[in-house]
């Protein structure tokens, strides 16, 4: 049982904040259960330290995220910091490339008493995974700088990409992610989320979850449009369990999922690559609240409890698979008391008094 | 004022019912009005067609549709139908290619006693329009087979297209949309939604719609990327009034939206260019409940409401306004009085008692 090593990226605005509460949260939760503290690596970079320096993440950081047990990333982006061409500055698109997290993780959970945007009672049980591909689709030409194929400035042209290679790994993780929350007791059908009607690249997703399915009989699949997918999650979200599908998608969807039950605050994110993993809440940098103990730090806790779970795996140290369940399960129980009452949902309590609280 | 022609292709499963359900109800409203009756010109087409054919619309088909002042479509595709890398029967999108049918309008509004999906009672007063570009964006590579790039059975491109000319024309007709919804005495906040933060293609897209802005300086804008766009249409829609996007994030934002005010038996839509329009449910073929007098065809009527709007415009002849009007104000006041209940919200009504109604 060995200390696991963090690259620890606060980034801009209210990521500095939420990743701070999160690093809080994980190092009580291994104290109480009794798991080796995280050693952290602290990496500067983002659009505040691109425009102190040029650069979007400090000479070397790249590498030292990539040779940490995990990456934490708190947000990184502010509207008025942008490249040329109108984007924002984002090095976590490159940490995804570089280090193929293809897996990522959106997990969609009501909580008692947190915001519930449907009217139907039956949205109070929501309980899904957005998995989202994180590297390629659409997002192919956004990676790296130059992709984007210009053509003065009368037209932009833009490659979504799809690759046997990583659609099978995404959709085997898919399986394995099923496979795992049946043992857990859960319904676990997964839905292969797509566009199959209009794209050959999308059909050919879909006919990649279907020779991934043939080694897996026991799980109950599913396939949806993902127009069809939107309306569902508004209509009848509780009847979804895994949704998988292409990277443009799933940050549109994952969204909508998050904003079912309460908001981006509660929307943690895991993206999993074969070698090393990265944790981040999947909300932006709210630059104008930040530093003022307003945001919401459940999001960036969740993805702690995603990094300790994941550090569990892969350095073998169990205690950290505890230290999870502690977070977890305080969460859980802190809703159920009433005593998590966000600023973001209406409630009294800020940044370090939801942090304390968990 | 002379008579309308139309090109009426009814399509695939209940694209049949409710094509002939809009077609009566726009028959009833000229005759109650005193506009010239429409002149139909039916073309085939659709999955069956292609099924027995092997053409997936008629021969000169395509021609006799452009030639008509508008295009009524039922809805076109069938699941079990579908080409060989595939992909379903879509001869639509030929037509909005060819015809250059750039501007999709999907009106989306909440009408009383039809199913409110969210809990907040300001979704009752919901009455937004998506604006989808329907010609490029990641559809340039569908609208067209051998668009996409397959390599072998390891890879497949596509590639989304952003042009100025497109464009500007998009948002040239987003702002004069704004405009006449001003007039109408209605809020008009144009939101242009993209995802510049992350793709060159759509920072260009915004920079064209801030060009277009400039020259409309009454009109006030908004901007939102389009993951918080899906998020912020289930916490906070009533914000909204025209939002303006891409070809694929309009086509899942606006069934997203479809689905906050009952679902896509509501769902309108126009498809309009420099030369003719096409008007459509934008629900599916639904081949399940076809011929059973099951679906509503309410989206079809209210599309072809807009089809007399545009064709008032077009050819000049008012009382097609008028007929637009009466089929709006009885869908209205039919949902006011309780009087339209279709079997898609848990009603009574079947397809041609909901005609017979409106
Ligand atoms: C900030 C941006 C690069 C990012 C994305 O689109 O992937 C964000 O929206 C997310 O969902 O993590
Ligand atoms: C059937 C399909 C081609 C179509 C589209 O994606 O445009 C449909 O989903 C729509 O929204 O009109």
Redesign the interface.
């Known amino acids: 049982t060995s200390a696991a090593r963090i690259a620890l990226i606060k980034g801009d605005g209210i990521g500095i904040d939420v990743a701070e509460a999160a690093m809080e949260a994980a190092r009580t939760a291994c104290r109480h259960v009794g798991a080796p503290a995280l050693e952290l690596d602290e990496i500067q970079a983002g659009a505040g330290y691109f425009e102190r320096t040029g650069q979007d993440i400090e000479p070397g950081g790249e590498e030292r995220a990539g040779r940490a047990d995990a990456i934490f990333l708190g947000a990184i ?1 502010l ?1 008025a910091i ?1 490249h040329a ?4 500055i ?1 090095p976590h ?1 490159r940490l995804r490339d570089r280090y193929g997290l293809y897996a990522g993780i959106r997990p969609v959970r009501a909580y008692p008493n947190a915001p ?5 009672p039956r949205a109070a049980g929501l309980d899904l995974i957005i998995l989202r591909e994180s590297t390629e689709g ?2 192919y ?2 990676a790296a700088h130059g992709r ?1 194929q ?1 053509i003065g ?13 990583t659609t099978e790994k995404l959709h085997r993780f898919a399986f394995r992610l099923a496979e795992k929350r049946r043992q857990r007791g859960k319904r676990a059908r997964l839905t292969c989320v797509d ?7 999308m ?2 997703f ?2 990649i979850f279907d020779e991934v399915a043939a080694d897996h009989p026991q799980t109950q699949i599913g396939y949806n449009y ?3 997918q ?6 009848r979200p509780w009847e979804f369990d895994i949704l998988v599908m292409e990277n ?2 799933g ?6 999922a ?3 039950v309460g ?2 605050g509660m929307a943690a994110c895991a993206e999993i690559g074969d070698t090393t993993g990265l944790f981040q809440p999947a909300h ?1 940098s709210a630059p104008d609240i930040m530093g003022q103990d307003k945001a919401n730090p459940l999001a960036a806790i969740l993805s702690a409890a995603l990094m300790l779970d994941y550090l569990a795996e892969k350095t073998g140290t169990a205690t950290y698979a505890r230290a999870a369940l502690a977070i977890e399960d305080a969460v859980e129980a802190g809703f159920a008391a009433n005593r998590l009452r966000p600023m973001e949902f209406g409630g009294d309590m800020g940044t370090w008094a939801v942090t304390q609280a968990v």
């Open positions: 982006g509207p942008r061409d109108g984007t924002e984002s698109l519930q945007r449907l009217a139907d659409l997002f030409s956004a984007a210009v400035d009368d037209e932009v042209r833009e490659t979504l990409r799809i690759t046997r290679a566009k199959a009607n209009v794209f050959t690249s059909a050919f879909r006919k993902v127009d069809a939107a309306l569902d999650l508004v209509r443009m998608f940050d549109i969807l994952s969204d909508l998050g904003g079912l908001g981006m932006g």
